[in-house]
C-alpha cells in the first residue's frame, strides 16, 4: 500500500510517502499550528500540506497513485486541520484505532484523511483538586504503539515512555501496555528560553550541552534540592563570574537544577516506583543527562536515536490504520 504519513507540530510539518514500513521519500515544511494561532485559520497549514504532498507524489505515469493521508500529532487539535477529541486513558491499539475520524478536504481532492486522536489522562474536568493528575498528548500515543513493536522491552510490568521536545512527555504504560497516565511539562521551552532570552546566555557556549559532565549536574541537581529553582539557576552566573569553571561544565550545573524539578513529576507519576524500565526519545543533546539522571535513581535505560524514534512514531501510525481498518470491515 502506498500511502502519505503525516506529522504536524508547533513549528513544523513532516510528511512521508510510504509503501508498507518502507520510507519511499520524505520532506519537511516550516509551517504547524502555530502559524494557525498567529493567523486566526489554518490557512498556512493546508497549503503547506498539500505543497508537501504534491511535492511527493509519485507522477502520473509510475502507476499506483496513494490516496490515503494517515495524520497525528498537532494536526488533530484545534488548531490542525481536523479536531479529534482525545481518547481517555487507559488507551492503547484499539482503544486509538476505535477512535480514528476519516475526513475529506476540498482543497485536497482525491485524498483521503485518517487523523489519530490523542490521549488524555485523569478527570475529564479539571479543577484545583485534580489538575495534577490531567495530562494530554498528540502524536507520542503513535510514537508508543510503534515502539512496542520496534523496541525491546520486558514483557511484564510497567513501563515509562519519556519523549525530549519542546514540552518533556512522561507516558505511563500499565501491565498490559496501555497507556495510563501521563505528565507533560515545559521544560524544553523553558531551557530554550534560558539559553537565548536571558542573562544566563553569556554563561554558556555556544552549543551549550555537547559535553556532559555528571559531576556539576549532580551539583547542580543538589544546590536546587538546598536552595530552590531560581536561585540554582542564577548561581550559574555567579560560577562564571567568580570561578574558572568551564561554561561547558555550567551547562550541564544548569541541567541539573533544570532535572531535579522534572523528578519531582516523575516521582509524582510513578509513585517512586524504581527499576522500571524507561524508553527514552527525543533530544539527542538532552538524553545523555537524563540517562545518568534515571539510572542513579533504578531505572532501566534504553535510549533511541532519532531515526528509531523516527521509525517508532511511522509503524504506530500504520498499525492503528490497520486496527482502525480491520474494526470497520
Not at 95 to 115: I, M, P, W
Request: glycine share 8%; charged share 20%; hydrophobic share 40%.
Amino acid at each position: 500500500m502506498l500511502y502519505f504519513a503525516v506529522d504536524s507540530g508547533t513549528t513544523n510539518s513532516r510528511v512521508w510517502l510510504m509503501r508498507g514500513q518502507e520510507v519511499v521519500a520524505k520532506t519537511q515544511v516550516s509551517v504547524g499550528v502555530r502559524n494557525t494561532a498567529i493567523d486566526g485559520n489554518n490557512r498556512a497549514l493546508v497549503d503547506g500540506v498539500r505543497t508537501a504532498i504534491l511535492d511527493l507524489s509519485p507522477g502520473r505515469k509510475s502507476g499506483e497513485q496513494p490516496q490515503i493521508v494517515i495524520a497525528a500529532g498537532m494536526i488533530t487539535s484545534n488548531l490542525g486541520l481536523h479536531e479529534v477529541a482525545h481518547v481517555p486513558a487507559p488507551a492503547g491499539l484499539h482503544e486509538l484505532a476505535s477512535n480514528v475520524q476519516q475526513r475529506q478536504f476540498e482543497d485536497l481532492k482525491g485524498f483521503t484523511f485518517y487523523f489519530i486522536p490523542g490521549v488524555r489522562s485523569g478527570p475529564g474536568h479539571a479543577d484545583l483538586d485534580n489538575v495534577a493528575s490531567v495530562d494530554i498528548i498528540r502524536g507520542e500515543e503513535t510514537e508508543v504503539i510503534g515502539a512496542l513493536e520496534e523496541i525491546e522491552q520486558p514483557s511484564k510490568g510497567p513501563l515509562l515512555y519519556i519523549h525530549l521536545g519542546s514540552h518533556t512527555k512522561m507516558i505511563q504504560l500499565d501491565a498490559t501496555r496501555r497507556i495510563s497516565a501521563g505528565a507533560s511539562t515545559l521544560a524544553g521551552e523553558l531551557t530554550q528560553a534560558i539559553v537565548e532570552q536571558t542573562i544566563l546566555r553569556s554563561s554558556l557556549p555556544e552549543t551549550p550541552f555537547a559535553t556532559f559532565s555528571p559531576i556539576f549536574f549532580s551539583q547542580g541537581w543538589e544546590h536546587c534540592q538546598q536552595v530552590g529553582f531560581t536561585r540554582g539557576l542564577y548561581e550559574v552566573r555567579i560560577l562564571q563570574l567568580n570561578s574558572k569553571f568551564s561554561k561547558q561544565d555550567l551547562a550541564s550545573f544548569m541541567l541539573g537544577v533544570i532535572l531535579f524539578e522534572e523528578f519531582r513529576c516523575i516521582e509524582s507519576l510513578t509513585n517512586n516506583a524504581i527499576g522500571q524500565q524507561v524508553l527514552l526519545s527525543g533530544l539527542p543533546h538532552l538524553q545523555p543527562a537524563w540517562t545518568f539522571a534515571l539510572e542513579s535513581h533504578g531505572f532501566s535505560v534504553r535510549r533511541l536515536s532519532a531515526n528509531e524514534t523516527e521509525r517508532c512514531f511511522l509503524t504506530g501510525m500504520l498499525r492503528i490504520f490497520q486496527q482502525r481498518m480491520t474494526l470497520r470491515a
